[in-house]
């Protein structure tokens, strides 16, 4: 989820808590944590609900900072026929688990068996065959380069390519840019243990 202008900053600060989004289908799982350009967020509830009935005076309206249900459903965006999801959340504090986990260059053994372990996992589930350590490699020579571009020098799509390097990021092993990637301090040890 994105928040844009001052939601942003109300979400940063705590105080906006919920959120009105039209969207083709629910993009989030009540009880996950997503990181948002306004920081990390849980969702606590998820619900798909008919904009027609949003009342003024409904406490949603006040949490997610907008003036009345005509101010929500003038923000709305996608297709009208798309369903309208009301989402509840809680900024989560502290500091990012993966944020810790990339900046870690010293791995041991244990570090470099469930690596090896996960990737190879992630290499057979694929129908493309093996491709961690050949993403990790192409993002290593060519970072900040568009996922398109990365993806189409792979014979790739993009939406799925996309996918994938997400996993290596929850592995810590990844960062995104404002355009594409580059390897974490963990992604290039371990990079340099393959020689």
Known sequence: MLFAGTDR?????????????????ARVVEGRIYRTN??????DSI??????????????VALADRRNAGDILRRLRGEESWPTFLIRFHLVKGPDPREELAAQTDLTA???TELTERLARFDAANPHGPWTTATLRLIQS?????????????????APFKLDVRKLKNLGLTHSLEVGYELSPRGAAYLKTLG
């Open 38 to 43: 306004a920081g990390r967020i849980q969702i």
């Open 9 to 25: 900053e109300g979400v940063e600060d705590g105080w906006i808590t919920s959120a009105y989004r039209r969207w083709s289908e």
């Open 142 to 158: 060519t970072p900040a380069t568009r996922a398109a571009d990365l993806a189409a020098s792979l014979g790739r799509e993009t």
């Open 47 to 60: 619900s798909e609900i008919n904009p027609a009935l949003i009342a003024d005076n409904d406490p949603d």
């Open 110 to 112: 244990e570090d470099l």
